[in-house]
């Protein structure tokens, strides 16, 4: 196995392409392994989130010869925005001179004021073999214990995470 330096984009800049495992896009690395790849999130039903633990079980989960890496990236988040700008644009325009020019200052400023960042979690993991798809498929189910939610990306969303991890745009 290849020695990996932490933090490379090695494996995203030399991809080869998609193809599926199972029920889920896998990037094609450079050495032909394919990589899944997931988001982990907070589960809003849940107040008792522990992603300590849950990083704790997935490590104590995998067998010997699995790979797997860990990405904590900030991602700018529209959210947000969005939503501000929306309740915004729905109040009722004034016939009031002041609380127009409030109105499209708001508007203004929204539209030219940074986005806000998060830290997403996102997975990797090199499929061994169709027998690591269990394994992988088993994750939702045992983060659910401590309160997190595994969200499996699609290839739009693996295109878009390799964007990010290859040129951030932080003024967005």
Not at 23 to 41: M, W
Not at 67 to 83: A, G, M, S
Not at 149 to 165: F, N, S, T
Request: overall charge negative; hydrophobic content about 40%; glycine content about 8%.
């Amino acid at each position: 196995m290849a020695e990996q330096t932490i933090g490379s984009t090695r494996t995203f800049v030399l991809a080869k392409g998609f193809t599926r495992a199972g029920p889920h896009a896998a990037l094609i690395g450079e050495d032909d392994t394919r990589r899944l790849f997931a988001e982990l999130y907070a589960d809003p039903d849940r107040p008792d989130v522990r992603p300590q633990d849950a990083y704790q079980a997935i490590l104590s989960s995998m067998q010997p010869g699995l790979t797997l890496r860990l990405l904590q990236l900030f991602w700018p988040d529209l959210e947000p925005r969005l939503e501000f700008q929306k309740q915004v644009q729905s109040w009722k325009i004034s016939n009031t001179e002041g609380l127009d020019i409030l109105s499209q200052g708001l508007l203004l400023a929204v539209q030219e004021y940074p986005l806000p960042f998060v830290r997403r979690t996102i997975l990797e993991f090199v499929l061994p073999g169709n027998e690591g798809l269990a394994w992988w498929d088993g994750l939702s189910g045992l983060c659910a214990g401590f309160g997190l939610r595994v969200g499996y990306l699609d290839q739009a969303a693996i295109e878009g995470l390799i964007r990010w991890v290859l040129n951030p745009n932080l003024e967005y």
